[in-house]
């Protein structure tokens, strides 16, 4: 069966971001529906339909909404993570690219059914277009009464704030977002209170990914079956893949989930560029480590990286490296980026950070010794939320690079072992 | 109402400790001990060092211990009943050995010239649970510069560790935010805004809170290794809220003043005019030997030349013993105001009493961490209330006396003094005091009114003496002699004693006893501490 698209629908629609064109395509045709059901069926539905956060932890999001106290006088809050800033992803400002309302529209079902308050969208620092785009929208929605009081008639009113974020990595942390949002450093917070009791501004509060909420709409107009039938048992819908690195079509597709790494390259990416052979594939975000050309037959679903020795399948932002591809260089690149987005809070991913960042670069510069590889094995193992030694899962990123990179392509880390010191190993 | 205890187990010893405390605390109250920076008793939790690492596990319904896979942080972590809490596993261990590494690759280990040395937690946990070697080797440290951060204060950026005690501190006692975390990663540095610098008046806790030497306060800056330091208990006189503290001395010199902690008053905090206030106590113009005036030309005396002069000119009988006129101090202890009022009552019934000076600011100052700052500037002028109270009888106060002397009702005057500024008298005041026939003065520092004085007794500063303040809640609080007094200088209250009870041995204890007893003070007049 063809796989028919479901948040690439609108794709190449001319003035699609103009509210009556979007209309024109049933835009906005889940928000009527939804205002006119209960919240808790629409809450099931979303629950069944088994739709788990774009974001990268991959967690259900019909759960995460259930954790919002049900007692709690309010305000409650929305907090759109648009903070997409993970190397390789760029999946969200495709998405408001091209359909801005849908954005919207993902936004104010998923508020109504939480009976929010307020959504603020925090969008990342640099996406100055993007921003101009949904501020635009935005207003457009409240001039027709999608968003202000008494949306579409109803009973259910929502503010929308567009609030921009000045430009770290840390920031897409929900609560170092959470913490920016409220004019502070934003510095990740101590859990618990998890954001659903204590969010932003101190109230219960959902955060979700971009994507995520645009899969809304389409599960509440088109039920949790349909939206199963797509992708696998456990992994359900339609995913947005950004494939980049040397590829010959690079950008962004969508597929259902599950769909293996070998075929997204050589079937919806042109295969590997200039008739290289493929040597690495990150396949979700450079924290979530790496799979070699023998691993390419992982499918790109929350299940299955960790088959193969990843963190997961993060922001399914698929970076290819072709065979001349130094995988040290690719290391420090990864890690000069965790080392200098580090927020500076946990030790371990401070200090860490930036001394495995050294350790790289005197492998590069042919210093390495002996012990250097064991070293940043080591230092890997000092930091991560997993293991409880940071407070945010930043550093996991770090770790998880670094253990993928070394263990698969371990001999190539060793040649770089200045040859004085490796007699002594 | 009394919260609920539970019984948890650290390392296998049981613990009892309220719920929601955290296990840290728990830990620390019970008098074990977890390594930690980042956390302080007096603060928010901040969560970052990760130091405090524990594993912990809770019995599974079937009563089987279930340990929890990830370590968790014991400052973060509430007690509950049945916890099992383990700092003593290879975890644990290896863990902690981590975190002191990667917090000393750019330390600049420069102990040999750092005034935290001997009391810095970096020196101490490296010691005792770090890894003797470093595995970072030559590889080029971080660098930065000392900066001058306030009035006070030095921050020497690079042997910071980021626990960032002092920015919650500055918010949240203090209540001004003068200090942010800037940059990030390991770039990260504990800065003042756009070279505003810290000021706030409870500032030189920062230098005691961090915990290592990064914030060091400048008046003690390479004064003394800290291990020749004598703590000694006691309490700061600088105003009425009698705030507890450690004289920390050696070889007869007062270094610097530390908290002492007492949640009833003072917390864990001390303000900095208490703190940089003992200035006085080692001043070139402390008296150090009593003086007789012998035509007309002050002379140094012996104490019992200057208590012989006092004697004889009171011999004199009732008439002069009628007209005698005794200043008690609010900067003297309980004992000394007691005793000299004894003395006086014991010549005369008609002999007048008068309070001293209270210099006062309009208001307590109240910090956002409930910190207080009395507005009297003088540590007993509680107890001086008391005594006179208790003694009744002709009673002035300071600004009445000028009458008293002009009328020739106040011929003798016994001037107690002690306050640690030197010109406490106005000029107006002084002209005053030179019509009296006789004037005593009893004080620490040379000043206009001692060099008029007929007698001069030279006392000690508090430090050099015991004694007993009652602050402004009404606590009596003793403290002990830290140091010897200046020169030839004696303990006030010895020297009452000996002026009221001639050869009668001195009994510290029965003349508290007496005084308790006589005001109505309950209890203990122990210091009280948690």
């Given at each position: 069966m063809e796989f028919e698209p479901v948040l690439t629908r609108n794709l190449g629609v001319p003035n699609i971001g103009d509210l009556k064109v979007y209309q024109s395509r049933g835009g906005y045709e889940a928000l009527r529906q939804a205002l006119a059901s209960p919240?808790?069926?629409?809450?099931?539905?979303?629950?069944?339909?088994?739709?788990?956060?774009?974001?990268?932890?991959?967690?259900?999001?019909?759960?995460?909404?259930?954790?919002?106290?049900?007692?709690?006088?309010?305000?409650?809050?929305?907090?759109?993570?648009?903070?997409?800033?993970?190397?390789?992803?760029?999946?969200?400002?495709?998405?408001?690219?091209?359909?801005?309302?849908?954005?919207?529209?993902?936004?104010?079902?998923?508020?109504?059914?939480?009976?929010?308050?307020?959504?603020?969208?925090?969008?990342?620092?640099?996406?100055?277009?993007?921003?101009?785009?949904?501020?635009?929208?935005?207003?457009?929605?409240?001039?027709?009464?999608?968003?202000?009081?008494?949306?579409?008639?109803?009973?259910?009113?929502?503010?929308?704030?567009?609030?921009?974020?000045?430009?770290?990595?840390?920031?897409?942390?929900?609560?170092?977002?959470?913490?920016?949002?409220?004019?502070?450093?934003?510095?990740?917070?101590?859990?618990?209170?998890?954001?659903?009791?204590?969010?932003?501004?101190?109230?219960?509060?959902?955060?979700?990914?971009?994507?995520?909420?645009?899969?809304?709409?389409?599960?509440?107009?088109?039920?949790?079956?349909?939206?199963?039938?797509?992708?696998?048992?456990?992994?359900?819908?339609?995913?947005?893949?950004?494939?980049?690195?040397?590829?010959?079509?690079?950008?962004?597709?969508?597929?259902?989930?599950?769909v293996p790494c070998r075929e997204l390259i050589e079937k919806h990416a042109g295969g590997v560029r200039d008739s290289k052979r493929c040597k690495g594939v990150i396949p979700g975000g450079v924290s979530m480590g790496v799979l070699t050309r023998d691993e390419l037959d992982c499918p790109l679903d929350f299940e299955g990286p960790p088959r193969y020795g990843c963190m997961g399948l993060g922001t399914a932002g698929v970076i290819v490296m072709d065979e001349d591809t130094c995988m040290v260089t690719a290391l420090r690149n990864i890690v000069r980026f965790f080392a200098h987005e580090s927020c500076g809070q946990c030790t371990g991913c401070r200090e860490g950070s930036g001394w495995m960042l050294q350790i790289l670069n005197r492998l590069l510069g042919g210093q390495g010794r002996g012990r250097d590889l064991e070293l940043l094995l080591d230092l890997a193992d000092a930091q991560g939320m997993a293991p409880g030694k940071t407070i945010c899962g930043l550093s996991d990123g770090t770790a998880w690079a670094a253990r993928t990179f070394i263990n698969k392509y371990r001999s190539e880390f060793e040649a770089k072992v200045s040859t004085r010191d490796r007699v002594a190993v | 109402m009394a919260k609920k205890k539970v019984t948890f187990t650290f390392n296998g010893h049981p613990i009892e400790a309220e719920e929601g405390l955290s296990v840290l605390q728990a830990v620390l109250d019970a008098g074990y001990t977890i390594p930690h920076y980042c956390y302080h008793e007096g603060l928010s939790v901040a969560g970052s060092c990760r130091l405090c690492a524990v594993e912990v596990g809770h019995p599974d319904k079937d009563g089987n211990l279930k340990m929890i896979q990830p370590l968790v942080m014991s400052c973060q972590t509430p007690v509950r009943q049945d916890m099992t809490v383990r700092s003593d596993t290879e975890r644990v261990r290896d863990h902690q050995k981590s975190v002191l590494e990667l917090l000393l690759i750019n330390h600049p280990l420069d102990c040999p010239v750092c005034d935290q040395a001997g009391e810095c937690l970096l020196q101490d946990y490296s010691f005792r649970y770090g890894r003797s070697i470093s595995r970072f080797e030559t590889d080029d440290k971080i660098k930065q510069p000392k900066k001058d951060v306030g009035k006070y204060l030095l921050l020497y950026s690079d042997r910071c560790i980021l626990c960032t005690r002092c920015v919650r501190f500055t918010r949240e006692v203090s209540g001004t935010a003068e200090l942010a975390v800037v940059h990030r990663g390991n770039k990260s540095e504990i800065d003042i805004f756009g070279g505003r610098g810290i000021d706030n008046k409870l500032s030189g806790n920062l230098a005691d809170i961090c915990p290592v030497g990064a914030l060091l306060a400048k008046?003690?800056?390479?004064?003394?290794?800290?291990?020749?330091?004598?703590?000694?208990?006691?309490?700061?006189?600088?105003?009425?809220?009698?705030?507890?503290?450690?004289?920390?001395?050696?070889?007869?010199?007062?270094?610097?003043?530390?908290?002492?902690?007492?949640?009833?008053?003072?917390?864990?905090?001390?303000?900095?005019?208490?703190?940089?206030?003992?200035?006085?106590?080692?001043?070139?113009?402390?008296?150090?030997?009593?003086?007789?005036?012998?035509?007309?030309?002050?002379?140094?005396?012996?104490?019992?030349?200057a208590l012989q002069r006092v004697g004889e000119h009171l011999a004199g009988g009732q008439p002069a013993a009628d007209k005698l006129a005794v200043v008690l101090s609010p900067f003297a202890c309980l004992e000394e105001q007691y005793l000299l009022s004894r003395w006086a009552r014991g010549l005369s019934a008609q002999a007048t009493l008068v309070s001293g000076p209270v210099f006062s600011a309009d208001q307590d100052e109240t910090f956002p961490g409930g910190f207080v700052i009395a507005a009297e500037k003088a540590p007993n002028r509680r107890g001086m209330q008391r005594v006179l109270d208790h003694f009744g009888g002709p009673r002035l106060i300071w600004q009445q006396l000028e009458q008293a002397i002009e009328s020739g009702a106040a011929e003798t005057v016994w001037v107690q003094g002690g306050h640690p500024w030197r010109h406490w008298c106005t000029g107006e005041q002084l002209a005053l005091f030179r019509q009296a026939k006789f004037l005593i003065a009893q004080d620490i520092l040379d000043s206009e009114l001692t060099r008029q004085a007929d007698v001069v007794f030279a006392g000690a500063a508090w430090a050099e003496k015991a004694g007993t303040f009652i602050n402004d809640q009404d606590l009596a609080q003793s403290y002990q002699a830290a140091i010897e007094p200046a020169g030839a200088a004696v303990d006030d209250t010895e020297l009452l004693w000996r002026l009221g009870q001639g050869d009668l041995p001195f009994d510290r204890q029965r003349l508290q006893a007496e005084i308790a007893d006589a005001l109505g003070i309950k209890g203990s007049t122990e210091t009280e501490s948690k």
């Open positions: 919240r808790n069926e629409l809450k099931q539905t979303v629950k069944d339909s088994g739709l788990r956060g774009r974001g990268g932890a991959g967690f259900f999001a019909g759960v995460k909404w259930d954790f919002l106290p049900a007692d709690h006088p309010g305000p409650f809050y929305l907090v759109v993570n648009f903070d997409e800033s993970e190397p390789g992803t760029f999946k969200d400002r495709y998405l408001c690219d091209i359909d801005p309302h849908q954005i919207l529209e993902g936004v104010i079902v998923t508020a109504y059914i939480n009976r929010i308050d307020t959504a603020y969208i925090f969008i990342r620092g640099e996406f100055h277009h993007q921003a101009e785009v949904l501020q635009r929208t935005i207003k457009q929605a409240y001039k027709e009464g999608l968003l202000g009081k008494n949306i579409l008639s109803s009973d259910y009113s929502l503010e929308c704030v567009l609030h921009r974020g000045a430009g770290a990595y840390i920031c897409g942390e929900e609560t170092g977002m959470l913490e920016a949002l409220e004019g502070k450093r934003g510095w990740p917070r101590l859990k618990p209170p998890y954001p659903a009791v204590a969010g932003a501004f101190g109230q219960p509060t959902v955060i979700n990914n971009v994507e995520t909420l645009c899969c809304v709409p389409p599960i509440i107009q088109r039920g949790a079956d349909w939206f199963k039938s797509m992708g696998t048992k456990k992994s359900t819908g339609p995913k947005l893949y950004g494939i980049s690195g040397h590829v010959n079509r690079p950008g962004v597709v969508e597929l259902p989930l599950g | 008046p003690f800056l390479f004064k003394q290794r800290v291990w020749f330091l004598e703590n000694t208990p006691s309490v700061c006189p600088r105003c009425s809220r009698g705030c507890n503290i450690y004289l920390c001395h050696n070889q007869g010199v007062v270094w610097r003043l530390l908290p002492r902690r007492n949640d009833r008053i003072n917390g864990q905090w001390i303000c900095d005019e208490g703190r940089f206030g003992s200035a006085f106590l080692h001043a070139d113009e402390r008296l150090s030997e009593c003086r007789l005036r012998r035509e007309r030309i002050q002379q140094p005396a012996s104490l019992a030349e």
